[in-house]
C-alpha cells in the first residue's frame, strides 16, 4: 500500500551506540522531515529534505545524521546516542505545495539506556 | 522568537461542545495548520487556513484572525473518538511549520 512507513518502531540502545532509524514513502513526495516530540514541546524539526541530495538543518540537529541518496527514503541516524536522545521520532513528508499537508509515518519509539 | 501557546489540557463532555484556542506569534506568517493526535499515533491533518475567517468541515470547524494572532478550533457533537492531542502548527515565512506543545481534550461520557 501506498504511504510512509517507519522502523523500528520501537528501539532500545545503549548510551554511545550508533542507531538508525529508516523511513520510505511511496507518495513520490519531494519534502521528507524529521521530528522528534517529547512531552511538554511541541514536534521539534531536526532535519528536512527539499529533494534527492538536499538536506537542510532543523530545530535541533545536534547528534543527528540524514541523507538522501533516494527520494523515497530518508534514513535518521544518531551517531552516537545519549539518553536526551529518548524520544518518540516522526517521518513526514510533503508534497505539492509549499503549504501542503504533512503525511506522517507511524513514529519509532527510542529509548537510550 | 517564534511562539506558540494553547491550553495544555481540556475537558468536555460526550455531544457538547468544544472551543480549543491557539495563539501564535511568529515570523510571517503562511498559514496555520490543525493536526488531530491520538495517544501512541501519528498526527493526523484536520484543517489549514490562511485566510481570516472561519472554515468548517462536518463537526469541526476552524478559525483564524491574522490580525490578531488567533486561531480556535471547534468540536460539535463531541464523540468518546474525538478524545486526543490537538495540535496547532504556523507556518512562518520560510515555509517551516512552528508547532504548539498540543491541547489534551478528554471527553467524558
Known amino acids: 500500500d501506498a504511504g510512509i512507513t517507519q522502523s523500528p518502531r520501537y528501539k532500545i540502545t545503549e548510551t554511545g551506540r550508533q542507531v538508525t532509524l529508516m523511513c520510505h514513502q511511496t507518495?513520490?513526495?519531494?519534502?521528507m522531515f524529521w521530528y522528534r516530540q517529547d512531552l511538554g514541546h511541541g514536534l521539534r524539526l531536526i532535519y528536512y529534505?527539499?529533494?534527492?541530495?538536499?538536506?537542510d538543518k532543523g530545530e535541533v540537529p545536534d547528534g543527528y545524521v540524514v541523507s538522501r541518496s533516494k527520494t523515497e527514503n530518508f534514513p535518521l541516524t544518531l551517531e552516537s546516542a545519549t539518553r536526551s536522545q529518548t524520544s518518540v521520532y516522526f517521518c513526514a513528508s510533503r508534497g505539492g505545495t509549499d503549504t501542503g499537508e504533512l503525511f506522517f509515518g507511524e513514529g519509532s519509539r527510542l529509548t537510550v539506556l | 522568537g517564534q511562539n506558540i501557546d494553547q491550553p495544555t489540557e481540556m475537558t468536555a463532555t460526550e455531544g457538547a461542545i468544544v472551543q480549543i484556542n491557539c495563539t501564535y506569534q511568529?515570523?510571517?506568517?503562511?498559514?496555520l495548520f490543525w493536526y488531530q493526535q491520538h495517544a501512541g499515533e501519528a498526527p493526523t491533518f484536520l484543517s489549514y487556513?490562511?485566510l481570516d475567517g472561519l472554515e468548517e468541515k462536518g463537526r469541526f470547524s476552524s478559525f483564524l484572525s491574522r490580525s490578531k494572532g488567533y486561531s480556535y478550533l471547534l468540536l460539535k457533537e463531541l464523540q468518546m473518538k474525538d478524545s486526543a492531542s490537538y495540535l496547532c502548527?504556523?507556518?512562518?515565512?520560510?515555509?517551516?511549520?512552528?508547532w504548539g506543545a498540543g491541547t489534551k481534550l478528554i471527553i467524558k461520557p
Open positions: 507518495w513520490s513526495h519531494s519534502y
Open positions: 502548527a504556523v507556518m512562518d515565512s520560510n515555509y517551516q511549520l512552528i
Open positions: 487556513n490562511v
Open positions: 511568529t515570523s510571517g506568517f503562511n498559514g
Open positions: 529534505s527539499a529533494a534527492a541530495d538536499i538536506t
